[in-house]
């Protein structure tokens, strides 16, 4: 270590070779002290981490009505959740022209967090019935495990003949094949 070398290297100029092991096990005992310390305040976050995902369960029990009543506007707004996408930075690049044509049938948006949140949760969602796709939901489900590795599953998309337009099918061709440059929402 750099550290000891630099230490030694210093007790060895003032002659004090017998106080180098002393030094030395004052900076094992102090690195032995510091790792506690470090190891006790993981283990305070993480317990503050389970509080607030307590209280964040809580209250996602008592926004559920009014969630309820939200989507029950939501619903009278037409393409509703085509405008906040496109109007959303970060999702508008998401949607390109043939995904906001499907996106005009989206009802809904629901998000369910299990019970550990910090471990898995699911996006659903429910769409009116539509020309592109059987399905009247799509759910996506993202579970975390402890080592970082995301696994994600969704639902397999059953299309209508001739409107798969996560595998470059241009539904107004009726088959013909897209150049792929742009990789659909629904891919």
């Known amino acids: 270590m750099a550290v000891d070398k630099c ?89 390109y022209e043939d995904d906001q044509k499907v996106f005009k049938y989206l009802l809904s948006l629901d998000v369910e967090d299990f019970k550990d949140v910090k471990s898995r949760y699911s996006i659903t969602l429910n769409f009116y019935p539509n020309p592109y796709f059987e399905d009247i939901k799509l759910t996506k489900t993202f579970s975390f495990s402890d080592d970082g590795t995301t696994n994600i599953t969704g639902t397999a998309i059953k299309w209508k003949e001739g409107m798969d337009i996560a595998n470059g099918v241009d539904h107004a061709k009726k088959g013909s094949k897209w150049p792929f440059h742009d990789e659909s929402f629904f891919s």
Not at 63 to 90: M, Q
């Open 7 to 95: 230490k030694k290297s210093k007790v060895a100029e003032r002659g004090d070779e017998d106080d180098s092991d002393h030094i030395d096990g004052e900076l094992i005992l102090s690195m032995k002290k510091l790792q506690e310390i470090q190891d006790e305040l993981k283990k305070i976050n993480e317990e503050a981490s389970d509080k607030v995902l307590e209280v964040e369960q809580k209250y996602n029990e008592t926004r559920k009505p009014v969630y309820t009543r939200r989507n029950d506007i939501i619903h009278s707004i037409p393409y509703f959740w085509l405008t906040a996408f496109l109007s959303y930075p970060a999702l508008c690049d998401l949607l």
